[in-house]
C-alpha cells in the first residue's frame, strides 16, 4: 500500500563526553559524541529514526548535507522505495550536482547513511520486526536488491551473492535461536580510552570482567613507554587466558606502527587496529606482512569510505578484521555489500560500536552476518563501549559479554524526547549551562 514520506527533520545532538575523556584516543584527545538525527514521517504516521556520528564541531554541516538530500526523499512512496532499495540508493549518491563533493564518501555519505538508516528503521516498524530479523528473513533476491554493486561486480557480482545467501539457508533457524539463548560475543573499548589514568582502567577492567566481559581493547599511539604500562596494567588484571586488542587510529606512518607494535608483541596482541591512515591500503598490506607472522592481526574500517575502498583492504589481504561502520558508508545498504564481500574473502566482520548509537546499530548488521551470511562465531566479535546507552527507547543489551538480540521492531536508534530537549546544540538545556559556566564556547 502507497504511503508516501511526508517530512524529513533534522536535529543537531551532542553529547559533552570530552569532560571525562570517554571515547579519546591518540588522534581524537577530546572528542564530543554528536549526531545529525533525523526523523522521517510517512503520511500514515509512521516515523523512521536515523542518525550518523560526528565528534562535535562539524555536526551542523552533516545536519545541512541531509537537508541538502531531502528533496530527494520528501514526496517519495516508501513502498517503492523498498520494492527497490538499491535504485532509491543509487539516486541519493547520485544527485547530479551534489555527487560532485565525494562521490561516495565524507559528509554527504555520511548524510546518506542517516536517512537511509531511518528508511530501514520504517520498513522494520512497517513490518513489526526489528531490523536484523527483517535482513534475515528477506529472500536473497530481496536482500541483493537492497544493494548497489557499481564497481564492486569485479569481485563479487548479485548471483554470487545470492547464491551466497541461498547456501546459508541451511541451518538459519538453529543459528538464530543460538543468538536468543546466548546471543553475540562482544568487546569492550571502555575501560582504556587514551585520558584514562592507570586507577580508572584497572576499576573499570575488574567491574566489565565482573559483567562478563573476557575481551578488551586499548588505545595506543601517544607515547610508547606509556602505552606498555597501560598494557601491562590491563593485561595483569584482565587476566593472561583472554584477548587484547589496540587502537592506534591512523596515528603512525608504515615504518613506525611496525616497530612500535613490535615493542608490544610480549602483552599478546591479537590485533592493531587503524595503524595508519585508513586510505594506505599498501601501508596497510606491508604493515600486516611484517605483524602477522608475529601473531597480530590487522583491523580496520571505521572510516574506510565505501564498499570500493573495502573491496581493495580485502581483497589484498591488507585487513583481517573488518570493522563496518552503520554511518561511514551510506548506511545499511553498503554495509551489507561489506558483509558478503568480506565472506567473500573469508575476513571475519567486527563491527565499529565507539560513538553515540553505533553499539545499538551494529548489534544488527551482526546478528544478521552470523544467521544469514557467514554462519561462524570464529575470530567475530562486536565492538562495545559503555555511553549515551541510557538516551534510547530500546538501548543494546549485553548479557555474559554477549550482545543479545534486539527484540522491538525498527534500528533501535530512537531516542528519548528529554534527551533531545536537553542535547540539542546549543539551546538544550545541559548545553545552555556549560555554555552559561564557561566550560564551552560558542564556536559554530
Ligand atoms: C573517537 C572515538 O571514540 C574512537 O576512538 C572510537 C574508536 O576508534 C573505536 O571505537 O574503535
Ligand atoms: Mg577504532
Known sequence: MADKIKSLTVLDLRF???????????????????????????????????MTFTLGRGNNIVCEAIKLLSHLVVGQDTSKIFADFGSFWRSLTSEDQIRWLGPEKGVMHMAVAGIVNALWDLWAKKEKKPLWKLLVDLEPEQLVATIDFRHIEDCLTKEEAIEMLQNMKVG?????????????????????????????????????????????????????????????????????????????????????????????????LTWI???????????????????????????????????????????????????????????????LAVILLARKFKVPVCPHGGGVGLCE????????????????LEN???????????????PCEIKNGCYMPPEAPGF?????????????????????????????????
Not at 562482544?186 to 562478563?212: F, H, P
Not at 601491562?232 to 584482565?238: A, C, E, F, I, K
Not at 567475530?380 to 530500546?394: G, K, V
Open 172 to 268: 538459519k533457524e538453529k543459528r538464530e535461536q543460538e543468538m536468543r539463548d546466548t546471543g553475540f560475543p562482544a568487546y569492550t573499548t571502555s575501560c582504556a580510552w587514551l585520558g584514562y589514568s592507570e586507577e580508572k582502567i584497572m576499576r573499570l577492567c575488574k567491574e566489565a570482567k565482573a559483567q562478563g566481559f573476557t575481551r578488551f581493547k586499548m588505545k595506543v599511539g601517544a607515547d610508547l613507554e606509556d602505552d606498555k604500562r597501560r598494557a601491562g596494567v590491563l593485561r595483569d588484571t584482565m587476566g593472561q587466558d583472554h584477548l587484547l586488542m589496540v587502537d592506534a587510529n591512523q596515528k603512525w606512518e608504515v615504518p613506525q606502527a611496525i616497530a612500535w607494535m613490535k615493542e608490544l608483541v610480549p602483552f599478546r
Open 412 to 444: 533501535s536508534i530512537e531516542m528519548k524526547d528529554t534527551s533531545l530537549a536537553d542535547y540539542e546544540w546549543p539551546h538544550g538545556k545541559v548545553w545552555q549551562r556549560l555554555i552559561s559556566d564557561g566550560i564551552y564556547k560558542l564556536l559554530d
Open 361 to 376: 546499530y551494529i548489534q544488527h548488521m551482526s546478528m544478521f552476518d552470523y544467521i544469514a551470511v557467514s554462519g561462524s
Open 16 to 50: 559533552p563526553t570530552s569532560l571525562n575523556k570517554d571515547g579519546s584516543d591518540a588522534m581524537n584527545k577530546n572528542p564530543d559524541y554528536s549526531c545529525p538525527y533525523l526523523t522521517l514521517e510517512t503520511e500514515s504516521g509512521l516515523k523512521g529514526y536515523g
Open 380 to 394: 567475530r566479535m562486536i565492538e562495545y563501549t559503555d555511553h549515551l546507552h541510557e538516551h534510547f527507547h530500546h
Open 273 to 335: 587496529e587503524e595503524p595508519t591512515s585508513p586510505d594506505d591500503v599498501l601501508g596497510h598490506l606491508e604493515i600486516a606482512k611484517a605483524l602477522n607472522p608475529l601473531g597480530i592481526g590487522i583491523a580496520t574500517g571505521e572510516q574506510c569510505q565505501n564498499r570500493i575502498m573495502f573491496k581493495q583492504f580485502l581483497k589484498s589481504g591488507a585487513m583481517q578484521y573488518c570493522q563496518i561502520d552503520c554511518c561511514r558508508m551510506g548506511g545499511v545498504n553498503e554495509v
